[in-house]
């Protein structure tokens, strides 16, 4: 019995949207958990957040809490940590979810070991066989540990984002494709996207 407070099918159903079953995911997942428990899903409340990584964890984040890249509620502020900072804006009360490093997992040595030695040539069938096993045991174990065991919740002060700009589109004059009118550039007197733009000032220049 999973130690993870979300329901199981929920959780499949992370796994099929992130394509594999990962350590990584785990962790997103745990995180995720945290939030709904703190701060809810974006659904409920509008919540933004700001995720400090663009690994395996942000794909359970935008699956499970709603914050997601495409509507505009998600950031991604990449300086390779496990960690996501989270605003809502009714009462503006603002966390940061960190994992810890705290548990301690059995293989991790031969996982480096499977690792390193995959960088640096091919893995034997066996052993990609092994690793996808202790990979399997690893991210098992992250969803049964103890929530408080895996992630630090702290509050931080909050800070306002803008909400997600609806602007018009306009027809970029060299290739015929639409723009927001928000990244279209002005070369010319004509409106151009911004590969169009760049291609004829590199043309115009060089
Ligand atoms: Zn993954
Ligand atoms: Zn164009």
Redesign the pocket.
């Known amino acids: 019995m999973a130690n993870c407070k979300l329901p199981e099918d929920l959780i499949e159903q992370a796994k099929a949207f992130h394509g594999h079953w990962c350590s990584g995911l785990a962790i997103g997942i745990r995180i995720a958990e945290a939030a709904l428990d703190t701060v809810g899903h974006n659904g409920d409340e509008e919540i933004f957040c700001v995720s400090e990584c663009d690994h395996c964890a942000v794909d359970a984040i935008q699956f499970l809490t709603g914050c997601t890249i495409g509507k505009g509620n998600l950031r991604i502020e990449n300086v390779g940590k496990t960690a996501f900072r989270f605003y809502r804006r009714l009462d503006k009360k603002a966390v940061r979810i960190s994992k810890l490093n705290a548990i301690k997992y059995p293989n991790e040595a031969k996982m480096q070991e499977l690792r390193d030695k995959y960088a640096s040539g091919a893995l034997s069938e066996e052993e990609k066989a092994l690793y996808a096993a202790l990979r399997k045991e690893k991210s098992d174990q992250i969803l049964k540990s103890d929530l408080a065991a895996l992630v630090k919740i702290e509050d931080i002060p909050f800070e306002s984002f803008p909400r997600a700009l609806m602007t018009g589109s306009v027809t970029?004059a060299?290739?015929?494709?639409s723009?927001m009118e928000t990244k279209a550039r002005l070369f010319k007197g004509k409106a151009?996207?911004i590969?169009?733009f760049e291609k004829l000032i590199k043309e115009a220049t060089s």
Do not use: A, K, S
Request: with cysteine.
């Open positions: 970029c060299h290739c015929g494709e723009t151009l996207c590969p169009c």
